[in-house]
């Protein structure tokens, strides 16, 4: 597994998880994703197509945020996190991802680097030492992603750039040679590099949980938000390194 990823920069796990552990999780999230909504329709209608740091938000009760962090911090991620990073790793944040309220709104490929507002050689450069992962949880059947495996340690080829970029007439949801499309099911789960060339794919008014942990470094410590990670009363209850 560990080279499988090492050279794709993806692990897909079918059925990892049991109903007996998606349900509790499904319910939290369900309670989260409608208060979201309600509170953020002006997003919604702008084309948003995820929200993020559920482990902080006022919608869901401690014990619920408590039952969150037992399961980000379980011991079969752990286990899985432990064989892919090559040091330490650390919690980073969760997102809810779900479909644009708009049916023809394009998704676009990206690298998650290229948002941090690093020069392109600085990113090229970090992408090969810097490790991000999500850990993508669909509570239904979903398109998935598409990913171009090996980018995660990889530069683009001209045309990805371009396209990535929207340079010479290319736009981020044109369609590209190399994708590879991992559609999943409720109970399985993705290992991606966020490093890697990547996209959502919208439909089936998908419902997917992302889990990301990071290098445990200065640099990302600077980058974490706290609010998101457990007080430290909680933490004797979560048996884990990850936080
Ligand atoms: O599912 C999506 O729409 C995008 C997912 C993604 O890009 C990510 O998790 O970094």
């Not at 897909?12 to 999780?25: G, I, M, R, T, V």
Request: proline share 4%; with cysteine; hydrophobic share 35%.
């Amino acid at each position: 597994m560990e080279q499988n990823y090492n050279h794709q920069g993806y692990v897909y796990l079918e059925q990892f998880f049991s109903e007996e552990e998606l349900q509790p999780l499904e319910k939290i999230l369900h309670t989260f994703h409608r208060a979201w909504l309600k509170d953020n329709d002006a997003d919604y209608k702008a084309g948003a197509i995820n929200s993020h740091s559920i482990t902080s938000a006022q919608q869901i009760t401690r014990q619920e945020r408590l039952d969150l962090f037992k399961f980000i911090s379980q011991e079969k991620i752990s286990q899985l996190i432990h064989t892919l990073f090559p040091g330490k790793a650390i919690f980073l944040n969760t997102q809810l991802f779900f479909d644009p309220l708009n049916g023809k709104q394009s998704n676009y490929w990206h690298r998650d680097i290229q948002y941090t507002g690093m020069t392109i050689e600085e990113q090229k450069k970090n992408m090969i030492t810097q490790n991000v992962l999500h850990f993508r949880i669909p509570l239904k059947a979903e398109s998935g992603i598409e990913l171009i495996p090996g980018t995660h340690r990889e530069w683009d080829q001209e045309v990805e750039q371009e396209t990535r970029l929207s340079i010479n007439n290319r736009k981020p949801g044109d369609d590209l040679e190399r994708g590879k499309k991992i559609s999943l099911n409720r109970g399985d789960l993705l290992v991606f590099s966020a490093n890697m060339i990547h996209r959502g794919l919208y439909g089936n008014d998908r419902f997917t949980f992302d889990i990301i942990f990071c290098d445990d470094t200065p640099e990302f410590r600077d980058f974490i938000d706290f609010k998101n990670h457990p007080a430290k009363e909680e933490l004797p209850l979560l048996n884990t390194d990850l936080f």
